[in-house]
């Protein structure tokens, strides 16, 4: 049930806050997700620099976790099916060409411009803890 409390698992700031009380800053590398999309190489390398690693030179970032629509809930039933009865029998492996075939990727819908504002509301403390525990300017997520 704890995590249905969805405010206190998007509180950000303050989980922040207490990491910062219990480690000392310079252990602790917080990234935004904002750049990860703007420059996933940049933060990538940063991450490594942060690890004392060296880079692999990897310039290729692919994007894992893409929304997603099933063309075919029967079909996705099916399979679900198929691999619970594999699982029984002990057969293992197996390419999920069904679900391959039925899954296309799309674009997130955006949130409503309602729904967002009341995120903003709930969350602008949140928010101001994280520009002042980072230093960072974060009003574009108020906007």
Not at 26 to 52: C, H, I, P, Q, T
Not at 72 to 96: D, N, P, R, T
Request: hydrophobic share 40%.
């Amino acid at each position: 049930p704890k995590l249905l409390d969805y405010f206190d698992v998007a509180s950000i700031g303050s989980q922040l806050e207490r990491v910062f009380a219990c480690v000392n800053r310079s252990n602790v590398l917080v990234l935004f997700n904002d750049d990860m999309r703007a420059n996933a190489k940049s933060v990538y390398e940063s991450v490594l620099k942060f690890l004392s690693l060296e880079s692999d030179g990897r310039d290729h970032f692919p994007s894992v976790n893409d929304a997603k629509e099933v063309r075919s809930s029967l079909m996705m039933e099916v399979s679900h099916f198929v691999a619970s009865a594999k699982k029984a029998l002990g057969i293992q492996g197996g390419f999920g060409l069904i679900e391959k075939i039925n899954v296309v990727r799309k674009p997130r819908t955006p949130l409503s411009d309602s729904f967002r504002g009341e995120l903003v509301a709930a969350f602008q403390e949140e928010i101001s803890k994280l520009e002042r525990l980072t230093g960072r300017d974060l009003t574009a997520w108020r906007n």
